[in-house]
């Protein structure tokens, strides 16, 4: 999903974005500090080069090139730019020394973000759950975690604004936040209040995620918040019914109040979540893959367990696609509540 502000890039004589705005003040900062270290008897020689960095940076805002690369004079990533404000460089034109550091950075972000998802043997009791999780590029801004606790399973799938490294570490910060707030045992719709306000609190203007929380019983009651994702599929044996957003994004607006919705899964009927990787995917015609292809596969599939119905879902997906590059990222979920006799059997 892309933040329209982070899609201003700089360009000369153009808008001064929210993104802008912070790291200049971050400069800014960062220069008074240096400055003061620097006057002290124990300043190191190479923060002078820092002071000097810095002090470039913030005179490429006065000549209105911040941002822009200083071989082809094109916009730098902005997601770069916001984890360092000193690149004076696109991702094309990097050293092969920068290159190289890049990519090791990069690989381990991706390792980090991997370890942050539910393990692929977990197997909360008297459920049935897989996922697959599938960044467009190194890293993901989707957002996927399962957490067992004494009310329920706790179910979480969302989609951070932006993608690349700016939308992975929001990712990981909405991780923490609700793994945190699990702990406070919080009614249900508490809970995501907080996450809310927490969010609103540490992101930037025009940065926000789209996400499902819900809380699922083992006697069937789900409950759950949709904060303007995608609607949550209901499969059972008549076929797949969607379940509406009736909230805003997360990050939107700090004292926002999210309706709590109610409904119950009979044994053996499944809940399945997805990021718009999946609906807003695009074939060579330009035809969107959509939400209505993704309903009516898993009314088809609505019995089928969770492995057969992610894998049956990827294969559609990829046919679909016609072999073009996949653009955004991709995130599925399913859970299925055991059938009581099947788990009564397996106990024996
Ligand atoms: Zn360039």
Redesign the pocket.
């Known amino acids: 999903m892309d933040s329209s502000v982070a899609k201003q890039q700089a360009t000369a004589g153009r808008t001064v974005t929210a993104e802008e705005t912070y790291i200049r003040s971050e400069l800014e900062q960062r220069r008074e500090r240096l400055r003061a270290v620097l006057h002290s008897s124990a300043a190191d020689a190479t923060l002078l080069n820092f002071l000097t960095a810095v002090d470039a940076a913030l005179r490429r805002f006065d000549q209105g090139t911040f941002g822009i ?6 916009s ?1 990533e902005a997601d770069r730019l916001l984890g360092d404000p000193l690149v004076r ?5 990097l050293t092969i020394a920068e290159q190289r550091a890049l990519e090791t950075d990069l690989s381990l972000a991706a390792r980090i973000q991997r370890a942050l998802l539910p393990k692929p043997d977990f197997a909360p009791a008297g459920w049935d759950v897989r996922f697959h999780y599938q960044p467009a590029g190194m890293v993901s801004g989707d957002y996927c975690d399962l957490l067992e606790t004494d009310n329920g399973l706790l179910f979480m799938l969302g989609d951070v604004s932006g993608k690349g490294v700016a939308a992975s570490m929001l990712m990981s910060h909405l991780r923490a936040t609700f793994r945190s707030l699990a702990e406070a045992s919080l009614p249900f719709g508490r809970m995501v209040e907080d996450a809310n306000r927490i969010f609103c609190e540490s992101t930037l203007a025009g940065q926000f995620a789209t996400l499902i929380v819900g809380r699922a019983k083992t006697d069937g009651t789900v409950e759950f918040v949709s904060a303007g994702h995608l609607p949550l599929l209901h499969l059972h044996s008549d076929g797949a019914t969607p379940k509406e957003s009736t909230g805003v994004p997360l990050g939107m607006f700090c004292n926002s109040r999210f309706p709590v919705h109610q409904f119950t899964l009979a044994q053996g009927d499944a809940v399945f979540l997805y990021t718009d990787g999946l609906t807003e995917a695009r074939n060579r015609t330009g035809q969107e893959y959509g939400l209505d292809r993704i309903r009516t596969r898993m009314a088809c599939l609505s019995r089928s367990a969770p492995d057969a119905l992610i894998s049956t879902c990827i294969e559609d997906w990829i046919s679909f696609s016609e072999g073009l590059k996949q653009t955004d990222d991709l995130t599925l979920l399913v859970m299925r509540r055991k059938e009581q006799d099947r788990q009564d059997r397996l106990l024996l």
């Open positions: 690369c200083e071989t082809c004079h094109e730098i460089f696109c991702l094309d034109h």
